[in-house]
């Protein structure tokens, strides 16, 4: 499976953002997708996540702000970031693990997100 993560760019506090995550190699369909972020000097932490039944999960600081969706006839994940805050910025990656398994062992390339206050 790879994954290509896009959308990152420079956006104003309050504002807003679309990640894209494109995925091949493999059916959409049997993946949760899951997004990540890791800020300078910072661990990597989950941001947010969609399973093969597309329910979501979220972090509880974007809760409200972050909106996962997916497109399983496009292999496209997408990741909706309203009301955006200066704490948002870092690099935010996407991963994929199978139904059958709980580690996400694919993972596409960052994409930049930086919030201006």
């Known amino acids: 499976v790879q994954l290509q993560a896009s959308g990152g760019g420079l956006a104003q506090a309050g504002g807003s953002l679309k990640l894209s995550c494109a995925v091949s190699g493999r059916t959409l369909a049997y993946y949760a997708i899951g997004w990540f972020r890791q800020a300078p000097g910072k661990e990597r932490e989950f941001v947010a996540a969609?399973?093969?039944?597309?329910?979501?999960s979220y972090k509880d600081s974007v809760k409200g702000r972050f909106i996962v969706s997916r497109d399983n006839m496009k292999n496209m994940v997408y990741l909706q970031m309203d009301n955006l805050k200066p704490e948002d910025t870092a690099v935010y990656y996407c991963a994929a693990h199978h139904r059958d398994d709980s580690v996400y062992a694919y993972w596409g390339q960052g994409t930049l997100v930086t919030v201006s206050s």
């Open positions: 969609i399973n093969w039944s597309s329910t979501a």
